[in-house]
């Protein structure tokens, strides 16, 4: 089972089976609140079923000290309550490289109303830049102030924590991670170049590892090879101090829009398993981020609507820093996992996608 144990050392995995990450020490005090936890089941086709579906879920709900989530029926009173609304990307905006009907009709409406938007994805393969040009590929104006990919929160958190310039970043990752790590001023190695590496298991080989390297940063990676798991293994294990720092632990990713690939967890997965090291997770359920954009945007929490796809980490990530919570079932989340007696984490709201706010204000009018 999920569970929404909240602290300041310990976040939820995003797998029922594998241990809790630590998060990162946050730039600014944690902003908490009491989580919403409790399960249900799926809406059974007999009125009977369904009554008995609604009763267990009251019963769990009380168990719990839970509210199940409410079918969100006036977009306008959860509009009119905030001021800014944090949208993940993939499953909420877009699905791959196809924009998912409405959207930009939705946030039109939105910032009509004054809203602050901004954009936060767990998606380390782009840079802040590289995801404004993805943005007006598909026709969206978003400013790149708006954007956070676990790619920039990696290298923010070294600058938070003013990591020695003299050192050096090991990175199994893609090109976003490169950029970012660039623009803020650290020496890197590795990344999709490390892609074409070849070990050739000789008697007696010996692999050399470069003992300045001061920090791995893992992040999704379509050219991981045991090159990479084996030289990221040695820093840590080896190089004394040496940080195990993870954009996120997605289970899976969109790729495409036909299919769920497997996600950076699993990238992730593979040097927890070598090293036995908890990584330091910057991406999302990690308050990390929600830390960053409350300093830097002035943002009191209970004025923001954390909108994703995903449980155990955009409603988690939106719960572990106060604010309200919408999920949406354009992505990986349907109304079944939601409702399954299995889940504890419970949003404070769901809705099919975020073109809902148009349909459900018109319906209200």
């Not at 300093?295 to 155990?312: E, H, N, W, Y």
């Not at 820093?321 to 999920?327: E, M, Q």
Request: aromatic share 8%.
């Amino acid at each position: 089972m999920l569970l929404t144990r909240a602290s300041p050392t310990f976040l939820p995995s995003t797998s029922a089976t594998s241990p809790s990450p630590q998060t990162p020490a946050p730039l600014s005090p944690t902003f908490g609140r009491s989580h919403r936890r409790g399960g249900g089941l799926v809406s059974a086709s007999s009125p009977v079923a369904g009554q008995r579906s609604a009763a267990r879920r009251s019963v769990m709900a009380a168990a719990s000290g839970a509210v199940p989530a409410a079918k969100l029926e006036d977009a306008d009173a959860l509009i009119d309550s905030v001021e800014t609304f944090i949208f993940d990307c993939d499953g909420v905006i877009w699905k791959g490289d196809k924009l998912i009907d409405g959207v930009p009709e939705t946030l039109d409406m939105l910032r009509s109303k004054g809203k602050r938007l901004v954009f936060v994805t767990n998606n380390s393969t782009k840079s802040r830049k590289q995801y404004g040009k993805k943005f007006e590929t598909l026709g969206l104006n978003v400013n790149e102030e708006e954007i956070f990919a676990s790619s920039f929160a990696a290298a923010a958190y070294l600058q938070s924590i003013d990591f020695p310039k003299d050192k050096k970043v090991y990175v199994i990752g893609e090109d976003g991670i490169l950029k970012e790590l660039e623009l803020a001023g650290f020496q890197y190695l590795g990344g999709p170049s490390d892609g074409d590496e070849k070990i050739e298991l000789k008697p007696g080989f010996y692999m050399e590892h470069d003992k300045d390297v001061g920090a791995v940063v893992v992040g999704f990676d379509r050219y991981f090879n045991y090159y990479k798991v084996q030289y990221g293994t040695l820093c840590i294990r080896e190089n004394p101090g040496c940080l195990f720092i993870a954009t996120n632990r997605d289970a899976v990713t969109h790729l495409t829009d036909a299919q769920e690939w497997a996600g950076g967890g699993s990238m992730v997965g593979a040097i927890l398993g070598s090293t036995k090291q908890e990584p330091l997770v910057v991406g999302k359920p990690s308050t990390f981020m929600m830390d960053y954009l409350a300093k830097k945007f002035g943002i009191t929490t209970s004025q923001i609507c954390m909108v994703g796809d995903r449980l155990d980490t955009d409603i988690l990530f939106g719960q572990n820093g106060g604010c309200k919570t919408l999920l949406v079932l354009s992505g990986v989340t349907s109304l079944q996992m939601l409702q399954s007696p299995d889940n504890s984490i419970q949003p404070d709201f769901y809705t099919n996608q975020i073109s809902d706010f148009l349909t459900l204000k018109a319906a209200t009018v």
